[in-house]
């Protein structure tokens, strides 16, 4: 599914490079395709560093849920979906399940949960100040992908997990709005 939808992106980045080349000064022409390729890049690179993690186990063991009478009580409101979702077993970094929860038109919060300890730990980039937010990670992966609208701007960053938190933002603008949809 991710590599699906990498594909897919790249092919809107190439759409949309494509016309915006055949239209505008040189300079524009000379930026759009200087920006349109080290996205590309970008994914490319990203592509092989969740492919060379040295993650090769996904746990397989009994789910834990969470607690939501204690440690965690602040994501209660949200229990029916995060217990779905974590019974379907890990879908990310070996032994965690990101959980998307819709909150709107084009709202997106996300939660992970330990299916181990049944721990849930929030996302970075989740909610309304998120438009547009897309998420790319694997199980075999400790990185995400994010993708989101914010002032007119499309929106990119890539984290790692390290089983507590989230580290390594580089949020940087890929391009007008349109290059996240």
Known sequence: MVTINRYLANQMRIKLLIRLISTGTPLKK???ISVALLSLISTVAFSQAINDLPMDRVYQGPIQLPDFTGRDRAYLTYRTKIINEMKTGPNFAG??????IG????????FIGDVVTGQVFSVPYSGENYYMLQLQYGVK?????????ENDACYSDFISWNGKEFLGSEKRVVGPK????
């Open 30 to 32: 000379l930026l759009t």
């Open 95 to 100: 032994h965690y399940a990101i959980i998307e």
């Open 103 to 110: 909150c709107g038109t084009s709202c997106r919060f996300a």
């Open 141 to 149: 992966s400790n990185y995400v992908s994010a993708h989101w609208v």
């Open 178 to 181: 349109e290059k996240c949809e």
